[in-house]
């Protein structure tokens, strides 16, 4: 199971749907702000295999605020090889993307992979 939180004008439909239609299983976790998507995340993501994303245009913010708590080993990753790390070396439990940064295409790539990838490590 994927969780996604969008704190940021990003608007995640046709991302949704790109990657429902491709099989990677999402569910959108509803958050106000980053801060929101945060305390949010970490409540889902503790004690479980369950792994997430949160698109912003403060990940290092929220990636720090993130880690604050021991559960969460939170990652900020721009490309295909910085997601590859955050779940094979760091074992992230927590992807944090700026969307603004990526194309469509990009960022259902990014979260693919990172299904991918943790998905693998939980098994």
Known sequence: ?????????????ALAQ??????????????T???DAVGKMTQELKNTRTSGVILT????????????DGAIRAAVASD??????????LD??????DPAMHSL???EK??????KSSQQLSL
């Open 18 to 31: 790109r990657l429902s239609a491709t099989g990677t299983k999402i569910e959108l976790l509803k958050v």
């Open 57 to 68: 245009d403060r990940p290092a913010a929220v990636a720090c605020h993130a880690n604050r």
């Open 1 to 13: 199971r994927l969780l996604l939180a969008v704190a940021t004008q990003y608007n995640p439909a």
């Open 92 to 97: 992230a439990n927590l992807l944090v993307v």
């Open 80 to 89: 295909l090889r910085g997601v590859k790390e955050a779940a094979q070396s």
């Open 33 to 35: 702000d980053w801060k």
């Open 105 to 107: 295409h990009m960022l």
């Open 110 to 115: 990014l979260l693919q992979e990172y299904a």
